[in-house]
């Protein structure tokens, strides 16, 4: 019996299980797994569970962390009460959490691609700083483009920037099978280290280094190719609505494109689309590509629409962050939206706790983790409740025949 | 069943963290309403916030304010008489951006900034109000906005100190620099000390190794060790990894330890020779004065030796021969008059 | 450049390279476990954290170095039952898990630090020990046969591990389950109990790594110690293809490289150190796409078991 989900984490290694394989030579599963790729009906009991339980588990971390509060003498109602006042209780706060949730989303849909043909993109971190280093060089470099010319522009190099980064650990796969957990992690660390090169050096500020500074930041760009600011007086950017673009694109390239259905047929069943013709190395070479390319696209975001220039640690782990932000969006581009602005929040309000009742950062990171923890680990039910579904409806086609 | 079971459990949680949403409401408020008539019966508490881009226990840049806030505290009577509150490990710049505004919005008198990379937020924050006093640094930049001072420090002075003290140490005539980035004060002193080395002894060789970053302790302990093996008896280095460094030297057991930013002379008692120190509670003290007086921002404040920011604290527990703390406290003068000059 | 190649030099760099190695040994040894018995464990780093801080810890207050090793093992457990609960009973996306845990590694073991320490301290730790005889052959001795207790340590657990994997029940075990957990559930092995069993096994080592690294190789605690070297080690099972002596290459390869740019600094080669500083990650990737990869992952890896049907 087979248990694939469509909107929720991939879980293709069941097809391999001795007891399908017989049934896998029935023409019933492929179709089954056909069937999955072409219906677009909503599942509405699926999308509550998928919103309930990661909200169920965060509540759980939160409740844990409260404990914690306790030892370390601090209020937890205080505390939880200024985290949802920091997140949602003042437009500065709300803004923030927008700002927040900008990278989380664009990270988050570079590896909702990556997930669904099944490859982790874990390398979400040197592919930002690709994307920020391409969106710094090239604003620097043409400082006297008009605006309108040199936004997109920048926005185009960064994401090639990110696709290259994503497109090495592709090809390594693809052709010589290089697993891509480690080139993802080697590329992490080489990519930072470039960074740290450009910034001692060519892409240091004159400013800087006649002051006798030496900071590590690149010269503030130009104020052309920076993103418009939406609210005044807040940090949110052009940028979120960018972002917020590009998650309805990528839906339609998934589901409504044949490389997108190539791509999920991949994660969904390599065996199956290898026999129907699909190129499943290329496939997943070209979705970590472009999870690189999404993920730059993050660092050019976070350079032309908040800092205003390069410098070290802009990443601020949005490439691990991302992965989280992309599960509680059920891997779905459009759930990925009240995901990463939930996540977001999340962060924000944390920060704002630490600031309300003193506690050191490390217990936010401590609690944030656990949040991780018990939200990857409610996705269990999701997948249930699902396949429960799949069953039902099987049964239900089986009769109607 | 296992469904019902989540469902209640959510239930639950909800339940609870709206009782505690509901019930938190309340508190902020009562507790600004005590506050007001406490400080208007004492002396009026002045209230200090400070961001920090790492923890204030990193031995180095954020721990050298930490200590510095906690002292001038102290001295002006405790907490009653200074609120301080803070933020570590802001190494997001939005993030960090969050908390200036937030503790400027929430009426605190000096907001610090204790990062460069926080520039650009102050210029914008700082605008917004004009009647908090901004502290950044460690940049010259004060934007020419009223309530913002910057502040910074001429490591390069100390290093040059540093190096004269080492240059005498030495008996292998290797001495070795253990370094992170090259960039900001670690560039700074590390660059100070070579000219304080070469001006004492051109022919001393100094070798130097960035490990490529500020946290990464194990590879700055094989960079000093390897150094070590090189031949060095003498170590320098900079950031919070450095203590990496200092438990390489102490491994070895006779090479000597010079450090920079905060007195890391307990870390190995026996071999640390001096320590340049940030001290800051002369700055944040002068800072309080003035904001107290209306001036609330518009300088640049710079540590050197000649203004007692930086300090060289010599390590009591190393008997340091008399003729190697005359070098060295001859340097501190040439500094401080002006004779000599150290290239940042 | 004649400089370079000394046998003083070359002494050095292996010798540097040897303390490096321990800690990635430790933790790949012990993923490569996990891995192949189907379960990918990134919460390595956060693992290494805690338990460093643990061993520090006790061994700080106690005095007793073999404590801090039992209480870092401790550690690795708790942790390892918790990934396993997560990951293996709760079928949670690995990958996902695996950075919770590693954030919460991280969030504890800078918490518990600055609320039990404070301040960064040092404590004696596992002194180099040097064996007779052998110690004395040139270049080999200082090498190989003049390193502290753990790294002696981390050494020895490569042919253990091996002989484990290769020649016991247990590794076969822990090799179907892996490989095909659904055969190996039809003939009775419990494929949830011995993947719980190699995550905490490898979580234990994990510890073990950590406490290499703070009570052996650096002698204290700071925030964030092991800067990533966990994320490393995971990457360093692929790099092995899940076999002990390809893990042991790994990490030698990686530790040698980074050896050998410290010492090209030290030396003054022309070289920029953040493009010295790259080079241990450059070259495993080229070593990767030299050598033949043949060899396939488990085929269950990152796959939680569900058995037949609903």
């Known amino acids: 019996m087979k248990q694939t989900n469509r909107e929720g984490p991939v879980v293709p290694g069941l097809s391999e299980d001795i007891s399908t394989k017989k049934e896998s030579r029935s023409s019933m599963s492929t179709s089954g797994d056909v069937q999955l790729l072409q219906r677009s009906r909503f599942d509405w009991g699926r999308v509550v569970l998928n919103v309930l339980l990661p909200t169920a588990g965060v509540l759980v971390a939160l409740l844990i962390g409260a404990v914690l509060l306790l030892l370390l003498k601090a209020d937890p109602i205080a505390a939880y009460a200024a985290m949802v006042r920091g997140a949602v209780g003042s437009t500065f706060g709300l803004t923030q959490t927008l700002v927040k949730a900008t990278p989380l989303l664009l990270v988050g849909l570079g590896i909702c ?231 977001g929040g999340l962060l924000v309000g944390a920060d704002t706790m630490q600031r309300a009742v003193q506690v050191p950062s490390a217990l936010i990171t401590a609690i944030l983790g656990l949040v991780v923890l018990f939200v990857s680990g409610a996705a269990l039910w999701s997948r249930k409740w699902a396949a429960r579904r799949m069953i039902a409806e099987q049964r239900d086609g089986q009769a109607s025949l | 069943m296992k469904g019902k079971g989540v469902f209640r459990l959510v239930g639950l949680a909800i339940a609870v963290a709206a009782l505690a949403i509901a019930c938190g409401g309340s508190k902020p408020a009562a507790t600004a309403a005590q506050k007001p008539a406490a400080s208007a019966a004492a002396v009026k508490q002045i209230k200090i916030a400070v961001v920090m881009p790492s923890a204030t226990t990193d031995a180095a840049f954020s721990q050298s304010m930490w200590s510095a806030l906690n002292a001038v505290q102290a001295e002006m009577g405790g907490p009653s008489a200074m609120e301080i509150k803070y933020s570590e490990n802001m190494y997001n710049v939005p993030d960090a951006a969050a908390a200036i505004r937030d503790y400027a919005s929430q009426g605190f008198d000096i907001v610090i900034a204790h990062g460069s990379q926080y520039g650009s937020s102050v210029q914008e924050i700082a605008k917004d109000f004009p009647k908090v006093t901004f502290a950044w640094g460690t940049d010259v930049n004060t934007f020419g906005l009223p309530n913002v001072y910057a502040y910074t420090a001429a490591a390069e002075q100390g290093g040059y100190v540093n190096g004269v003290l080492a240059a005498k140490l030495t008996k292998t005539r290797k001495i070795g620099v253990t370094g992170p980035v090259e960039v900001g004060d670690a560039k700074t002193y590390i660059d100070g000390f070579v000219q304080g080395v070469k001006a004492t002894d051109s022919s001393i060789s100094v070798s130097k190794t960035w490990t490529g970053s500020f946290s990464d302790v194990a590879l700055m302990a094989a960079a000093a060790k390897t150094q070590i093996a090189n031949g060095a008896d003498v170590l320098t280095g900079s950031s919070q990894s450095v203590v990496g460094s200092i438990g390489a030297a102490k491994d070895k057991g006779n090479v000597l330890w010079f450090g920079t930013q905060s007195d890391q002379a307990s870390l190995a008692p026996s071999l640390v020779v001096a320590s340049q120190v940030y001290d800051w509670t002369a700055m944040l003290k002068d800072i309080i004065a003035k904001h107290e007086a209306g001036t609330l921002g518009g300088i640049t404040y710079t540590l050197t030796l000649a203004n007692g920011g930086l300090k060289i604290a010599y390590n009591p527990g190393y008997s340091l021969a008399a003729d190697v703390k005359a070098a060295g406290d001859a340097a501190i003068k040439g500094i401080t008059d002006g004779s000599i000059k150290v290239q940042p | 450049m004649k400089d370079v190649f000394s046998l003083n030099v070359i002494t050095g760099i292996f010798n540097t390279m040897m303390g490096l190695a321990a800690p990635f040994l430790y933790a790949a040894l012990g993923e490569t476990f996990a891995q192949t018995s189907g379960v990918v464990n990134l919460g390595v780093d956060g693992i290494m954290l805690l338990s460093a801080y643990a061993a520090f810890y006790f061994t700080l207050i106690t005095g007793n170095l073999w404590l801090g090793v039992l209480t870092a093992a401790i550690v690795g457990l708790l942790m390892g039952l918790l990934m396993s609960f997560v990951s293996v009973t709760l079928k949670a996306e690995q990958g996902v898990s695996g950075i919770g845990l590693y954030m919460f590694g991280l969030g504890m073991s800078s918490l518990l630090f600055k609320v039990t320490i404070g301040t960064v301290k040092t404590v004696v730790g596992f002194q180099s020990v040097k064996i007779p005889i052998l110690g004395d052959i040139p270049f080999l001795g200082p090498v190989l046969f003049d390193n502290s207790i753990p790294v002696y340590g981390a050494f020895l657990l490569v042919p253990v591990a091996w002989w484990v994997l290769e020649k016991t029940t247990l590794g076969l075990k822990i090799k179907a389950v892996g490989q095909n957990p659904a055969a190996a559930d039809s003939v009775g092995i419990s494929v949830n109990g011995i993947r719980y069993l190699s995550v905490c096994l490898g979580a234990i080592l994990a510890g073990l790594a950590g406490a290499s690294l703070s009570i052996s190789q650096l002698n204290l605690f700071q925030d964030n110690l092991t800067a990533g070297q966990g994320f490393i080690a995971v990457a360093l099972v692929y790099f092995g293809g899940w076999s002990p002596i390809g893990v042991l290459a790994g990490s030698l390869l990686f530790s040698v490289v980074n050896s050998f740019q410290l010492w090209m600094q030290v030396l003054g080669v022309k070289i920029s150190p953040s493009v010295a500083v790259m080079l241990p990650y450059l070259l495993t990737i080229a070593a990767l796409t030299v050598t033949v990869n043949r060899v396939r992952q488990p085929a269950a890896l990152n796959k939680p078991f569900e058995r037949g049907e609903n």
């Open chain 1, 113 to 343: 691609i990556a997930f669904r043909a099944n490859v982790i993109n874990i390398g979400g971190e040197g592919q930002i700083i690709a994307g920020a280093i391409a969106a710094t060089w090239f604003p620097l470099t043409f400082s006297t483009a008009p605006g309108w010319l040199l936004i997109p522009s920048t926005m185009f190099v960064g994401f090639m920037a990110g696709a290259v980064w994503g497109f090495v650990p592709g090809i390594l796969k693809a052709r010589l099978n290089v697993n891509e957990i480690l080139s993802t992690i080697m590329m992490n660390a080489i990519a930072l280290q470039l960074m740290n090169l450009l910034l001692q050096g060519p892409l240091m500020d004159p400013a800087a280094v006649k002051a006798g500074t030496f900071l590590a930041q690149s010269a503030q760009l130009p104020h052309q190719v920076w993103l418009a600011r939406l609210v005044p007086r807040t940090l949110l950017h052009s940028g979120a609505i960018v972002a917020l673009v590009l998650a309805f694109a990528v839906y339609l390239f998934l589901w409504r494109t044949t490389i997108g259905y190539q791509i999920r047929a991949v994660g969904l069943n390599p065996d199956a689309s290898r026999y129907s013709g699909i190129n499943v190395p290329t496939a997943q070479a070209l979705s970590l590509t472009l999870a690189g390319g999404f993920a730059g696209l993050a660092g050019v975001v976070e350079v032309i629409g908040v800092q205003h220039r390069l410098l070290e640690g802009l990443t601020s782990g949005y490439g691990f962050t991302g992965i989280v932000a992309a599960l509680l969006g059920s891997l779905h581009p459009l759930g990925l939206i009240p995901a990463s602005i939930l996540f």
